[in-house]
């Protein structure tokens, strides 16, 4: 439904429409890599996920500009948060940042994230941990440790479920790369007592299951947790 829509220049909510339609081809993407991770010998899926992956990046980059092209006011009411419109492109931006890294992309996922480490606007964004985390991702990769641990710092206190402690490890890698070992370790200590913990609340959270029927991917995030 979304794809017979999403080309329609005259559609008024064209923008969201290719959004949404690209978050569904991510979501196919992320259920044949969840197939490849049961059945690892099966190499088709795993080229499959990333045919999706691929789709996925190049429909949200057109997404990311045709709601670039909304944000009439960057600023909400206040002048000190972000606007509606300014979020919604935001949360577009650190999900194309998802898919460039997921296919190899880490240049263009720093640049698709950079407004989140510079701008003080963004700064303050209810996405602003997500795309710092994806702009140091993509810095780790591009052995641009000091950007990358700027913008893993910025993540603290790790307690995002989705990312927390990943982005605690990159952290950790890149003092342990820097031979700051004390700091290292430190990070190291925390994300392993983070993540028991987070395993620990998700063997609770599974045991029921009814509670997650409007939301079924925390469900199975949780289960592969």
Do not use: W
Request: include cysteine; aromatic fraction near 8%; charge should be neutral.
């Amino acid at each position: 439904v979304l794809s017979q829509v999403a080309d329609k220049a005259d559609f008024p909510d064209q923008p969201l429409a290719n959004y949404y339609l690209g978050l569904a081809v991510r979501q196919q993407g992320h259920k044949a890599l969840d197939q490849f991770a049961l059945k690892p010998a099966e190499k088709p899926l795993q080229n499959q996920a990333k045919a999706h992956f691929t789709r996925a990046a190049g429909i949200l980059t057109i997404a990311v500009k045709m709601l670039d092209g909304r944000v009439k006011t960057p600023a909400g009411p206040d002048g000190k948060k972000p606007s509606e419109e300014l979020e919604t492109l935001l949360r577009a931006r650190c999900d194309l940042a998802e898919m460039q890294l997921q296919i190899g992309q880490a240049k263009e996922a720093l640049a698709t994230t950079e407004l989140f480490f510079k701008d003080p606007l963004v700064s303050v964004s209810r996405y602003a941990g997500l795309g710092n985390y994806y702009h140091g991702h993509a810095a780790y990769l591009l052995k641009d440790d000091a950007t990358a641990a700027q913008a893993l710092a910025k993540t603290a206190p790790f307690n995002d479920p989705a990312y927390g402690v990943h982005a605690r490890y990159l952290l950790a890698r890149v003092h342990h790369q820097a031979g700051d070992r004390e700091e290292a370790a430190a990070l190291y200590t925390a994300l392993l007592t983070s993540y028991d913990q987070q395993v620990a609340a998700a063997k609770e959270a599974v045991k029921n299951p009814a509670a997650f029927k409007k939301d079924p991917a925390e469900f199975a995030r949780l289960d592969n947790l």
